[in-house]
């Protein structure tokens, strides 16, 4: 059964606050190396950037973590994308997550190097949207705490974001190994959704896909969840809402759908494989995990079942643990490690 709807709400609002009120550990901004200076092994560091989106039609930023002996030599680097939840930003990985130092002290224990690329998504779901919403209106009220020239995007491609223009910009400006085997992405909760989703989506571009505490089954316990026989029954999008808090649901609506269950039907998971099956694409490789006192443990237990009867590769793990940076902060490393086989071999 789904997960209950308060139970979910609570969740949210967790993630929401974590993300926005949570003390960060002390960093500076661009430019900053990633393990404390009095620490003996070599460091990475993380640079800030800003860069063109024609898919969303504006400015965006993100940062980048680059190994330890990135500047000491000319080879190439396999790449990994870490994607934010929701009400997150480009320095949650770093900044709560402590994404580089984690990486130092991998690497320092043999772990291949790997440059990693934080991007911020803003709460986009890193998916085309089923409305283009009213970006007048947001950047007259941004629907929270950021800058509208951050937050408000005229074309809400954020799938194509992630996949062309991000990918294409980091090819262009690092050396990177430019091919989908040394390439994958990974992300937390709404991130996790969009990190399997892109992976699925763009075969061309990642061949693995990581998720923690990811939303990977939006449609579990809906009715006549086999097939869309009432996609336009009113009942079923007001069971939707019903799902989540209602400070979620203006955003979610516009992302996913609010008057019908179309672009849900769409937009899951499962039904993405589905699709690159049947159009003989190949499936990633999945890194999958979640708190046992997760209000979304049923949605990956779902996921993680149906993708292998796909006949998909999932390594799937549950950690006691919650929907929070505690829980992230903890299972970091592990999905950093399996990436890292992943895409630093190629294979």
Not at 124 to 139: D, H, K, M, V
């Amino acid at each position: 059964a789904a997960a209950p709807s308060r139970a979910l709400a609570v969740t949210l609002l967790a993630l929401s606050a974590t993300a926005s009120a949570q003390t960060p550990s002390p960093a500076p901004p661009s430019s900053e190396t990633s393990a404390p200076a009095a620490s003996a092994r070599p460091a990475g560091r993380v640079a800030d950037i800003a860069f063109w989106s024609q898919m969303l039609g504006t400015t965006k930023h993100a940062r980048v973590y680059l190994p330890p002996s990135y500047d000491a030599n000319t080879r190439r680097y396999p790449v990994a994308y870490y994607l934010h939840g929701v009400g997150g930003d480009e320095t949650n990985w770093s900044m709560q997550g402590r994404l580089g130092a984690t990486m130092d002290s991998l690497v320092a224990t043999g772990v291949a190097e790997m440059i990693v690329v934080m991007p911020d998504g803003d709460d986009g779901w890193y998916t085309t949207w089923n409305s283009l919403g009213n970006f007048s209106e947001c950047n007259r009220n941004p629907s929270r705490r950021e800058s509208a020239t951050t937050y408000c995007v005229p074309w809400p491609k954020y799938d194509d974001y992630i996949a062309r223009d991000i990918v294409a910009h980091i090819d262009s400006t690092y050396r990177t190994i430019a091919d989908r085997a040394h390439r994958g992405i990974a992300g937390l909760s709404m991130g996790g959704y969009g990190a399997v989703s892109l992976a699925l989506g763009y075969p061309d571009v990642f061949s693995a896909a990581a998720s923690h505490s990811g939303v990977l089954a939006p449609l579990l316990g809906m009715p006549h969840d086999s097939m869309p026989i009432r996609a336009r029954d009113a009942r079923d999008i007001d069971d939707m809402r019903t799902r989540w808090p209602a400070y979620a649901w203006p955003g979610l609506s516009l992302t996913f759908g609010g008057r019908d269950m179309y672009g849900w039907w769409a937009r899951d998971p499962q039904r993405i494989a589905r699709r690159a099956l049947d159009g003989g694409r190949p499936l990633p490789r999945f890194f999958v995990d979640v708190g046992t006192e997760d209000a979304f443990l049923a949605e990956n237990r779902e996921f993680v079942a149906g993708a292998k009867a796909l006949g998909a590769s999932v390594e799937y793990h549950e950690w006691p643990g919650a929907h929070d940076w505690a829980y992230w902060r903890a299972h970091l490393p592990q999905s950093l490690v399996w990436m890292s086989m992943r895409i630093g071999s190629g294979l």
